[in-house]
């Protein structure tokens, strides 16, 4: 009796499971038709429509288009289709390719942030593998084989130990010393193991101090089918700046380091002596000031035309330092309450102990200068791409008060604000980032591509909030709401529901917010004497 009962029991999980799935995701199809939409195919082309995309399993199998002025024909039915979304007034771009995201610590539930990368349309994200490399790449697994409701991921793994280890791992002499061998054929028996391992993005770096090494790593990585990223650390730049890096072959360069330092000549930045690398609210304050000594001509001079020359992609992600130039802002976003989690604002709150948590005695002069440095740093962004430079996307939340999906819509708005068109700013971020992800079947709106898409209610190519969750505010209706959001993300040709998804994030921040404290209430209390 025992054993029915437990049987029993393991059929009704099994049952509930499976009741969970059907309520977010379906499929893959045989046929999955989506009718009546307008397309941007992801190319920097624009919009055409009203089109219908007939998708079998994974691929885009064909994309029949009509006459914009008389519309789809009335006549044409779908009778083997196994289901048909009827996209009437949205719009349909390839799904969002973003090269640098976490998914943060354990007290942190994957499924919000699979969900809520999901729900803003992204499809693939390259993400830090902030819970160990075998987890990650057991997620990886799953999300191949759609086992979970999650993006397509490219974890990334670093090259050798890096600096920021596991304490209760430390590496014996022998094990450093075989990363950190220049000879030429040791690198490369090492990057194919790694890269046949399961590692794809190879972060380096941890080499910056050693130039030989850096780029004898970067290019037998390549050779080996993987790609490099670096987030150049402040303490090395002096040996490795960002055109130093992207001519020694690295693939992608995140953030704003290395940029106004490749355009000093032989000077070094000039810390003051009480400078500490690791001491974060100096890391990010002098990060910001350095750019108010860098030579503008040359920045955007020789710096920008050796950039473009390397071939390497610009990843910006802007909206995770945005916060550095009004704090106060960043703290008291609107979204904070019902879509960040608690344990977010628990490590975005100043707090030394945290990564990113520096503003404790972050001041109107810091904001400042950070608030001169975009300018600069957007400027160089529009340079680059302007001139033909490879510039791509990538986020870097959740840092920094950049909450998970939602900082993937406020970097497209930014890159519009550097001074890209919006079919640029999609392009960057869909098929450039496919180009630089080594991924050419993603990135695409075209037949025999794979079927990764957002469908979105509303024209995105008009106004980016359209993209949010929670939409953009419209009046076309002659009262104010929210209009928008993406109502439907294709991964592989599985389709999640997205109100399903956003439905499940809020009641998971709701659930982390019981009989928790605020801490960002303290701060706007009346000042104490």
């Not at 990334?156 to 600096?163: E, L």
């Not at 990585?221 to 990223?229: C, D, E, L, V």
């Not at 975009?374 to 001139?387: C, D, N, S, T, V």
């Amino acid at each position: 009796m025992k054993i029915m009962q437990f049987f029993n029991y393991l059929l009704a999980l099994l049952l509930i499971a499976q009741c969970i799935k059907a309520k977010n995701r379906d499929g893959p199809f045989g046929e999955l038709v989506i009718i009546n939409a307008m397309i941007i195919p992801g190319h920097g082309g624009p919009a055409y429509g009203p089109a219908d995309i007939i998708i079998k399993n994974d691929l885009i199998d064909q994309i029949i288009s009509y006459n914009g002025k008389t519309g789809r024909d009335k006549n044409v039915s779908y009778p083997k289709a196994d289901k048909i979304i009827d996209a009437t007034g949205m719009y349909v771009m390839p799904g969002l390719i973003d090269l640098h995201a976490h998914i943060r610590g354990p007290d942190l539930p994957l499924s919000y942030v699979y969900n809520l990368k999901l729900a803003h349309g992204v499809t693939t994200m390259v993400n830090g593998a902030d819970r160990g490399w075998k987890n990650a790449l057991e997620q990886k697994k799953l999300s191949d084989q759609n086992k979970i409701t999650a993006p397509r991921m490219f974890p990334i793994k670093d090259w050798g130990p890096s600096r920021s280890r596991d304490p209760g791992h430390l590496p014996k002499a022998s094990e450093i010393k075989k990363w950190h061998d220049t000879n030429t054929q040791n690198i490369a028996k090492l990057a194919n193991q790694i890269v046949k391992e399961g590692a794809h993005v190879i972060r380096i770096g941890s080499l910056a101090w050693n130039e030989e090494l850096f780029g004898k790593v970067a290019k037998e990585i390549y050779k080996a089918g993987g790609i490099t990223t670096v987030h150049l650390p402040p303490s090395d730049i002096s040996v490795v700046n960002a055109v130093k890096a992207a001519e020694l072959g690295v693939t992608m360069l995140e953030h704003h380091y290395g940029y106004p330092e490749s355009a000093m000549g032989g000077k070094v930045h000039p810390f003051p002596s009480d400078y500490n690398y690791m001491d974060e609210a100096d890391r990010f304050r002098h990060a910001g000031s350095i750019w108010q000594i860098a030579s503008e001509d040359i920045l955007y001079g020789e710096v920008v035309d050796r950039l473009i020359k390397s071939g390497v992609a610009m990843l910006p992600t802007m909206s995770t330092y945005e916060a550095n130039r009004d704090i106060n802002r960043a703290m008291s976003s609107p979204w904070h309450e019902r879509y960040t989690h608690a344990k977010l604002i628990d490590w975005y709150f100043p707090n030394p102990e945290y990564h990113g948590s520096y503003h404790w005695n972050w001041t109107s002069n810091d904001e400042q200068a950070w608030s001169d440095m975009f300018k600069k740093w957007q400027k160089l962004i529009y340079e680059f791409h302007k001139r033909g430079g490879h510039l791509a996307y990538a986020v870097d939340d959740p840092y920094i008060w950049n909450t998970t999906g939602i900082g993937n819509v406020r970097e497209l708005q930014l890159m519009k604000e550097s001074g890209l068109h919006a079919l640029e700013v999609i392009r960057s971020a869909t098929r450039n980032s496919a180009i630089t992800l080594r991924q050419p079947q993603l990135g695409l709106v075209q037949t025999g591509f794979i079927a990764d898409l957002a469908i979105i209610d509303g024209n995105p190519l008009d106004n980016f909030h359209f993209l949010y969750a929670f939409g953009g505010i419209d009046f076309s209706e002659g009262a104010i709401k929210n209009k928008g959001g993406v109502r439907w993300t294709i991964k592989s040709g599985i389709l999640f529901d997205n109100k399903q998804l956003v439905q499940e994030v809020l009641e998971e921040v709701k659930k982390s917010k019981k009989n928790w404290v605020n801490p960002i209430k303290k701060l706007f209390e009346p000042a104490s004497k």
